[in-house]
């Protein structure tokens, strides 16, 4: 590879051979690079529902997961900040072995379907079509030219596979094989040629997986089978002339050479290392949400991540390498609907959370959440929940937290629990970076206003 610049020669104009083969291996590196990058919500989302039928057992047409059982169910769990507290429902849906497919959505839920890119195509539930009153959604594959029923919010989507998942509230689905006797009876996929059919459902927790996508060679090989199985008009001619110029080609054997290994394994390792300055270290001016504190959005420019007719690159990265689904539910002003995120990977100082350090963190009084608020802490390195032996790693209002005299909560984190705090502690571990994700579902109106802000993470030892 090139370290110098003035490596490279050139005789009369023309570059010697030796430079020939130095600059396409940068650039074979380079494209390397962007391909991680820029293709990187397809990855995470194959990997996701990939997961479905590997790793939990369920079919993809109309088979369903459910984690059924609040923190504890999901501590075991590795899968990009995933939230502790919701009863989820999910199932990977592929419309080339089902054709159209009907969803009976139940009321009262928040739910959204994603492309096999992780791109939104609908909210359902609370912040959907059917606005919380529940109702049946139809659909369809790529390419598809037949009858459409009437009855049904009609959908298309650009992918055969698609993520259908929604969020349920305790107080609704209830826990354990009460949950799961609510999303068989209330939450249902199926083809629209066969009639309803009961494929099943299998609880989530306490299971070990992992849906993080490939941090390593083997990453490409997730991006050749989805161009494999997936129609040519789900990609743009840039990704797949993006592809095909490191390998990967529809009908094509993708079998690098010992050169292109070595080069896919340096660019994956140079892309995941930019992925992580992108994500911990932004440089874009608008990830603060308050200008005089560390909190940040994962949602720059929205969640198309635009600005000014612009797609901004770095944003998009910054949000696929930490979480997952994509829908305006989780970023837009929807007072009393939806949810709204805060993420903080630094100390008042702007120093990096430390998993051996205490801290404490002050909600001040009057959290402006309808629905329920959590503050949830995951592994810099895997940005999923740490895995910290306890229960689970979050604190929320379903724990009914101590409250201070002024109705402010303190937030407590580190190896050990402060005497008499255990219910507002997280235990975090030495040597281990953290992050720390606020959730507020049913926003008020004081956090869009900025009338109510948390305060920044404060050292305590």
């Known amino acids: 590879?090139?370290?110098?610049?003035?490596e490279l020669k050139y005789e009369g104009g023309y570059p010697t051979e030796e430079t020939i083969h130095k600059l396409y291996d940068q650039l074979d590196l380079q494209r390397v690079v962007q391909a991680y990058l820029d293709l990187m919500p397809a990855m995470s989302m194959q990997?996701?529902?990939?997961?479905h039928p590997r790793d939990f057992g369920v079919s993809e047409t109309g088979g369903m997961g459910v984690y059924v059982q609040p923190g504890v169910g999901k501590a075991e769990s590795i899968g990009l900040t995933y939230n502790t507290e919701s009863i989820y429902a999910s199932m990977s849906l592929d419309l080339k072995q089902t054709g159209p497919a009907v969803?009976?959505?139940?009321?009262?839920?928040?739910?959204?379907?994603?492309?096999?890119?992780?791109?939104?195509?609908?909210?359902?539930?609370?912040?959907?079509?059917d606005k919380g009153q529940g109702g049946r959604y139809l659909l369809l594959p790529p390419g598809y030219e037949g009858d459409v029923p009437d009855g049904y919010f009609v959908l298309k989507t650009s992918t055969y596979r698609n993520w259908v998942m929604v969020r349920g509230f305790e107080q609704i689905t209830g826990t354990g094989e009460d949950a799961l006797t609510y999303y068989r009876e209330h939450f249902k996929v199926y083809p629209l040629a066969d009639g309803i059919h009961e494929p099943g459902a299998v609880s989530l927790s306490f299971l070990e997986s992992d849906t993080t996508h490939p941090r390593d060679i083997s990453c490409f090989d997730l991006l050749n089978n989805m161009v494999q199985y997936e129609p040519l008009s789900a990609f743009t001619p840039e990704e797949l002339g993006l592809?095909?110029?490191?390998?990967?080609?529809?009908?094509?054997?993708f079998k690098p050479d010992e050169r292109m290994k070595k080069i896919l394994e340096d660019g994956v390792k140079l892309a995941d290392g930019m992925a992580k300055a992108i994500a911990f270290a932004?440089?874009?001016?608008?990830?603060?949400?308050y200008p005089d504190r560390h909190w940040e959005t994962v949602f720059i420019g929205g969640y198309k991540f635009e600005r000014d007719g612009a797609l901004l690159l770095d944003a998009r990265t910054l949000f696929h390498y930490t979480a997952i689904v994509i829908t305006p539910a989780m970023e837009a002003k929807m007072v009393g609907v939806?949810?709204?995120?805060?993420?903080?990977?630094?100390?008042?100082n702007g120093a990096y959370l430390d998993g051996g350090q205490d801290y404490k963190l002050t909600l001040p009084a009057g959290i402006p959440a309808k629905d329920f608020w959590s503050v949830t802490v995951y592994d810099a390195e895997t940005r999923s929940l740490l895995q910290n032996g306890e229960p689970k790693a979050s604190v929320s209002s379903f724990d009914q937290p101590d409250a201070n005299p002024d109705g402010s909560v303190d937030v407590y984190f580190g190896p050990e629990a402060p005497q008499d705090k255990e219910k507002n502690w997280v235990k975090t571990l030495a040597g281990q970076g953290w992050f720390t994700y606020i959730r507020l579902y049913g926003p008020l109106e004081a956090f869009f206003e900025q009338t109510w802000k948390p305060d920044d993470i404060v050292k305590i030892s």
Not at 1 to 6: K, S
Not at 115 to 128: E, I, K, Q, S
Request: net charge negative.
């Open 103 to 129: 969803i009976v959505v139940p009321p009262m839920v928040l739910g959204v379907i994603n492309d096999g890119f992780m791109r939104f195509v609908t909210d359902l539930g609370n912040a959907g079509l």
């Open 282 to 289: 932004n440089r874009d001016p608008q990830a603060r949400i």
């Open 338 to 348: 939806g949810s709204q995120y805060l993420s903080t990977y630094k100390d008042v």
């Open 1 to 6: 590879m090139i370290t110098d610049l003035d």
């Open 47 to 51: 990997t996701v529902l990939d997961a």
């Open 243 to 253: 592809l095909k110029a490191i390998g990967i080609e529809k009908g094509v054997e």
